[in-house]
């Protein structure tokens, strides 16, 4: 099992379902919520290593959500890949905007969602390294 923490919002029962699947191929552990006030909590309390944030939620979006998120100090290091079901031009530049680390559009590939959580993770092992420190 990986050390790995991964946080997946998503209000869709069959989409966290193939993330489950997905995210246990990879080893990784998995936190669920279904909505972004959930997430929000589970943010605070675990410090996930790295976030799928779907846009598209009850209640509060994944955009209002990720922007909360990245004016928080402790957790703004935190990286969040949007989930999505379109993806405009305009859509990906107001994202990556935002302060998404990148964006992964559905039906998305297994193999290659697999793969960009692994680059993330060795991407950013130097900036985890340090937010360990501060801990
Ligand atoms: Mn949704």
């Known amino acids: 099992?990986?050390?790995?923490i991964i946080l997946v919002i998503e209000d869709n029962e069959m989409?966290?379902?193939?993330?489950?699947?997905?995210?246990k191929t990879g080893?990784?552990?998995?936190?669920?919520a279904m909505d972004a006030e959930t997430g929000l909590r589970l943010?605070?309390?675990?410090?996930?290593?790295?976030i799928l944030m779907d846009i598209q939620l009850p209640?509060?979006?994944?955009?209002?959500?990720t922007?909360?998120?990245?004016?928080d100090p402790d957790l703004k290091d935190i990286?969040?890949?949007?989930?999505?079901?379109?993806a405009m031009e305009s859509d990906k530049k107001k994202a990556l905007d935002i302060g998404f680390a990148g964006y992964i559009v559905k039906p998305f590939s297994v193999r290659r969602l697999l793969e960009t959580l692994a680059n993330c993770f060795n991407s950013h092992q130097a900036e985890i390294r340090s937010s360990e420190q501060k801990v």
């Open 1 to 4: 099992m990986s050390d790995k």
């Open 15 to 23: 989409n966290m379902k193939l993330m489950r699947a997905v995210l």
């Open 27 to 32: 080893n990784y552990q998995m936190l669920e």
């Open 43 to 50: 943010v605070r309390e675990h410090h996930p290593d790295l």
């Open 59 to 65: 209640g509060m979006d994944g955009l209002s959500a």
């Open 67 to 71: 922007k909360i998120i990245k004016k």
């Open 79 to 86: 990286p969040i890949f949007a989930l999505t079901g379109f």
